[in-house]
Nanobody
Framework: QVQLVESGGGLVQAGESLRLSCVAS????????MGWYRQAPGKQRELVAT???????VSAVSVKGRFTISRDNAKNTVYLQMNSLKPEDTAVYYC?????????????WGQGTQVTVSS
């Protein structure tokens, strides 16, 4: 119904930057909140950052000052600018969107994109 496709992951060295993108498509009337979550090997999935339609953001303490979330409502796209990357940021990053199709609420997830940071 609502599909999310992430892109931008890759392999970088510590201190470098990456920009992740996620595009939502399908039956969409409105997306209330979009966000990024990550899961490192052997660890629980955790919130990285979220952003509402109006631009209010929430982010994990571990990424404050380094990561910035933004969105383009017209394009149904959310971004995650990741600067000063650390090996601890290595994880699969998942995009999430919560909204309304016009008939039903939805809570959709992307397939994930790998981010690997070497020291």
């Amino acid at each position: 119904q609502v599909q999310l496709v992430e892109s931008g992951g890759g392999l970088v060295q510590a201190g470098e930057s990456l920009r992740l993108s996620c595009v939502a498509s399908g039956s969409i009337f409105s997306i209330y909140t979009m966000g990024w979550y990550r899961q490192a090997p052997g660890k629980q999935r955790e919130l990285v950052a979220t952003i509402t339609r109006g631009g209010s953001t929430v982010s994990a303490v571990s990424v404050k000052g380094r990561f910035t979330i933004s969105r383009d409502n017209a394009k149904n796209t959310v971004y995650l600018q990741m600067n000063s990357l650390k090996p601890e940021d290595t994880a699969v990053y998942y995009c999430n969107a919560v909204g309304f199709t016009g008939r039903e609420n939805f809570d959709s997830w992307g397939q994930g994109t790998q981010v690997t940071v070497s020291s």
